[in-house]
């Protein structure tokens, strides 16, 4: 690659409007992660373990100056049904949203969505009892 094609690719906001073809390890399984099969032009997590990195502070911007993990911690459904997986960054707390991309780990997927099923925020065994006091 030459100087003058680096320089362009480094530039503020060229992932916003270019595809990302970089290939890179993912820094939490060690997965060397391809752009290919993500189904879009910007992959930014690791379809195994669904990990990402704190390089963003708007989406394809790479002005983040933070670098920490970002670890997947819940699942949301976008207008129209598509699913975005919402990260909290291990470092600093921050939170971002990201596609899901078409080789991203199945069942990864769906132990996040279910997560919250399996610990609700109020006592299993009294959910008869609640119910029966609603009128069911």
Not at 29 to 58: M, Q, T
Not at 94 to 107: G, K, Q
Not at 115 to 126: A, D, M, N, V
Request: glycine fraction near 12%; charge should be positive.
């Amino acid at each position: 690659m030459n100087r003058e094609n680096k320089r362009k690719q480094y530039e503020k906001g060229y992932y916003k409007t270019h595809p990302c073809q970089d290939v890179f390890t993912c820094k939490q399984c060690g997965r060397l992660v391809f752009p290919a099969g993500a189904g879009s032009d910007h992959r930014n997590h690791c379809p195994n373990c669904l990990v990402s990195l704190h390089v963003d502070i708007e989406p394809g911007d790479r002005q983040s100056d933070c670098g920490g993990l970002m670890d997947p911690i819940a699942i949301w459904v976008r207008r129209g049904g598509e699913w975005a997986v919402i990260h909290r960054c291990r470092r600093c707390g921050a939170l971002s949203s990201n596609r899901t991309a078409a080789d991203d780990n199945p069942a990864k997927l769906l132990s996040i969505a279910a997560g919250p099923l399996g610990q609700p925020p109020f006592p299993i065994e009294r959910m008869g009892e609640m119910m029966e006091g609603l009128g069911y």
